[in-house]
């Protein structure tokens, strides 16, 4: 029910507040902007190369997205901190979340061996059209780390209390831990997909995913705003989980049934690959004897429709529904900015129906 938000024991319709949320997007994408000419022109009086690569980096970082993680921890900060809070000063903050994440693709591009990410190519497949294939590998676990010291670096400009920011700080470590351990999940996955199960496949979303992208972010906002309050924590945490896992479910969706004009990726890389998603691990599981049989030795359009036919994409709708629920209750009576609380809600909607 991602179009509804729960009073009580009744469903009702979900205010529509503006997703997009331009300004605050403007802003995280300038304060990029600023911070990454500033390194490019400290690595350019190295070598000019080094310049190159650089840019490289700040163009992957810079070439749209969602924005999805400094957004919800904006959220998360303006829930408790209130209409009146100034934000200016924490958009370093907000900025080394894209960073992080940027990191995180490159990487995970890599991994899979994708060749297009947001409708271009990704970073291997740029650095080894110049030098081939070795050296696009390299590079890009380069650029990748590049990323991750970067975010370090403006997080560190944040401008609040030290006290405040240590926390926010453990809310950030913990957040590369788990997302971590999640892609180690994925890889691993890969290797044995038979062994593989539904729970499995969901404890890596919740992992990879959910915690990094809408969990850990609006606990992250919670710290930046100097604010212990127990209720609000848990209820962030609930609802980012629950959300997070019916993004991943989702993108597991559009991994094989989405337009990839729209998804700026190919449609087929999973089955192609192998990847135990939750939505390949439930197609396996509700399958007959002989769609199962006929599903390991299949092409990729086969593949999908033998999926389709197992029932498998309707149940993990019904698994986004279940979680946007789940997310929405908890909220409900979370004690935060009404208008927060408006824009999460809406926030649900575009991170679980997304097209892309």
Excluded at 224 to 249: M, N, P, S
Excluded at 341 to 355: D, F, K, M, S, Y
Aim: aromatic content about 6%; some cysteine.
């Amino acid at each position: 029910m991602a179009n509804d938000t729960l009073e009580g024991n009744r469903v009702g319709a979900i205010p529509r507040q503006p997703a997009s949320h331009t300004g605050l997007t403007s802003a995280v994408e300038g304060t990029l902007a600023d911070f990454l000419a500033s390194q490019i022109a400290s690595l350019d009086t190295i070598d000019a190369s080094l310049g190159g690569f650089a840019r490289t980096a700040r163009d992957l970082v810079l070439a749209g997205g969602k924005r999805l993680r400094p957004t919800f921890a904006y959220w998360g900060w303006r829930g408790v901190a209130g209409p009146g809070a100034d934000s200016e000063p924490l958009l370093p903050a907000f900025g080394a979340l894209e960073l992080m994440h940027t990191f995180a693709l490159v990487h995970d591009d890599l991994m899979d061996d994708s060749d297009t990410r947001r409708g271009r190519p990704t970073a291997h497949r740029i650095f080894a059209a110049r030098h081939g294939a070795r050296f696009g590998t390299s590079a890009a676990v380069l650029v990748g780390d590049l990323c991750l010291v970067w975010a370090d670096q403006l997080l560190a400009r944040t401008a609040i209390p030290p006290a405040t920011l240590l926390q926010v700080r453990a809310r950030y470590d913990r957040m590369r831990i788990e997302a971590v351990a999640g892609q180690y999940l994925d890889v691993l996955g890969e290797t044995d997909p038979a062994s593989w199960s539904v729970e499995r496949a969901l404890l890596v979303a919740r992992h990879k995913t959910a915690s990094y992208t809408v969990q850990w972010p609006l606990d992250f906002g919670l710290a930046l705003a100097g604010i212990d309050d127990a209720e609000v924590a848990e209820a962030y945490r609930v609802y980012g989980l629950a959300i997070g896992e019916a993004f991943q479910l989702r993108d597991d969706l559009l991994g094989v049934y989405g337009d990839p004009a729209v998804t700026g990726k190919p449609a087929g890389d999973d089955l192609l690959s192998g990847k135990p998603t939750a939505l390949l691990m439930m197609a396996r599981r509700m399958a007959t004897p002989a769609q199962l049989s006929e599903l390991d030795h299949a092409g990729i359009d086969r593949k999908a429709q033998i999926v389709a036919e197992t029932g498998a994409p309707a149940r993990v709708e019904e698994m986004i529904r279940a979680r946007v629920t789940e997310g929405l209750t908890a909220l409900s009576s979370a004690p935060i900015d009404p208008e927060a609380r408006g824009v999460l809600i809406e926030l649900a909607t575009v991170a679980t129906q997304r097209p892309a």
